[in-house]
């Protein structure tokens, strides 16, 4: 699609140009109700007034171009409730079936001011035919649409030895990834454990070979197909000394093993740690019981600090994450919690390294340049038409 440069695109033809093709424009015509969108404040805050770099760790694409028609019974779990969890954010016609590369472009880009998005690729595939629930290919697809908005993170599967090894090297040499997502909680394989120096350690290993540092793991929120033994995170104890050039990203800040979490970052004080945790989900299931979502971020800002903790929302599942980064922005620990448990009051300054910060310096983005690249973009430009 060609547009002058100062003409501003409909959401139709955003759409259109990004996910190109018409298929993609089915459930377009108005924006979709957020039945989990919370109550915030209508006047903004000075934070919210500045051209903020956001950048969102963990965003998905759940049903692929091909579809899941050779999906086993166990993967289906993983879908309905998926397709539970996105009818709390659209109503009850919304379906996961819905949670194509458009509702990403839409959902993820044009209805909120994230900036960049981490794609997550999701491997499983002993679940969906042999192939990633979302592929590679498919991955690589949506981020060449916007490279400038989109950063891939692959996936693999260890517990398959050395074909997980030459795919991991594949997806570094073909897809340009550098940074992965894995799941050890896994039903098919029966999991396996970030120091397992059979299965887990060679896979570092081939990371730190190729340059692969950020290193993404489903840790917490133990559900459907994952085993909660393996999402409790104490088994990356030993990974994070004995490859401290990795960064090792738990994701859902394992949540609820938080004080088991906590504490492996407090055995790390006086040193350089590359343990880091994102936000991923935890407002969505927190915002709405502020005395458990104060104790998890005060636990993550005095052990972990702020350098530490990565913006995610888990998007589209969630619906838009703007309603959350609206939410955080504004968001203030209860000071009753402050003053009892000596947790840090979250600052702006915090609040700027979280939404965006963290990922930023991870990724080594110059984020000057990169405001500037995305300011007139075509996503720039369609957030404009609210529809």
Same mark, same amino acid.
């Given at each position: 699609? !060609? ?12 759409? &259109? ?69 996105? =009818?709390? %954010? ?6 996961? $079936? ?26 499983? =595939? ?25 950063? !891939?993170?692959?996936?693999? /599967?260890?517990? +398959?030895?050395?074909? @997980?090894? /030459?795919?991991? +090297? ?5 897809? $340009? ?8 909680? /896994? ?9 397992? #120096? ?6 570092? +290993? &081939? ?52 004080? +088991?979490?906590?504490? !492996? ?36 800002? &005095? ?11 888990? %998007? ?32 702006? #300054? ?18 000057? @340049? ?18």
């Amino acid at each position: 699609m !060609m547009t002058d440069k100062g003409k501003k695109p409909t959401r139709r033809q955003f759409l &259109k140009h990004s996910a190109a093709g018409a298929a993609i424009t089915l459930s377009i015509e108005k924006d979709p109700p957020s039945a989990s969108e919370p109550a915030i404040e209508s006047e903004p805050t000075a934070l919210e007034q500045e051209k903020l770099f956001i950048a969102d760790s963990q965003t998905h694409i759940f049903w692929r171009r091909e579809g899941h028609a050779t999906t086993s019974e166990r993967g289906w779990w993983f879908l309905n409730q998926l397709d539970t969890f996105y =009818k709390g %954010a659209a109503g009850p016609e919304g379906s996961v $079936k819905d949670l194509t590369k458009a509702k990403f472009l839409d959902l993820v880009l044009r209805q909120s001011n994230t900036s960049v998005a981490l794609l997550n690729c999701l491997a499983l =595939k002993g679940f969906y035919g042999g192939k990633h629930m979302l592929t590679p290919a498919e991955a690589a697809e949506v981020r060449d649409m916007m490279p400038e908005r989109i950063i !891939m993170l692959g996936s693999v /599967d260890p517990a +398959e030895g050395k074909a @997980a090894l /030459d795919d991991l +090297e594949r997806q570094v040499k073909q897809y $340009k990834i550098n940074g992965i997502k894995l799941y050890p909680g /896994d039903y098919n394989r029966g999991g396996w454990y970030g120091d397992d #120096e059979k299965i887990a350690y060679p896979l570092w +290993e &081939k990371c730190r070979q190729l340059g692969v540092k950020y290193i993404a793991v489903h840790k917490g929120l133990p559900f459907s197909i994952f085993n909660a033994k393996y999402c409790h995170p104490e088994d990356f104890d030993k990974p994070l000394d004995d490859f401290p050039d990795l960064n090792f990203v738990l994701y859902h800040s394992a949540y609820p093993f938080l004080d +088991e979490l906590t504490m !492996m970052s407090f055995r790390l004080t006086g040193r350089k740690s590359n343990l880091y945790v994102d936000l991923g989900g935890l407002f969505v299931i927190l915002m709405q019981a502020p005395h458990e979502l104060g104790h998890t971020m005060g636990k993550l800002l &005095k052990y972990l600090g702020s350098d530490h903790i990565i913006w995610g929302s888990d %998007a589209p599942i969630t619906g838009s994450p703007q309603p959350f980064i609206d939410f955080f922005l504004k968001y203030r620990i209860p000071d009753e919690l402050v003053e009892k448990y000596g947790y840090p009051q979250i600052t702006d #300054e915090d609040k700027r390294k979280i939404i965006g910060g963290n990922i930023a310096r991870l990724f080594n983005i110059d984020v000057e @340049a990169k405001m500037k690249k995305i300011a007139s973009d075509i996503v720039s430009r369609s957030r404009e038409i609210r529809v």
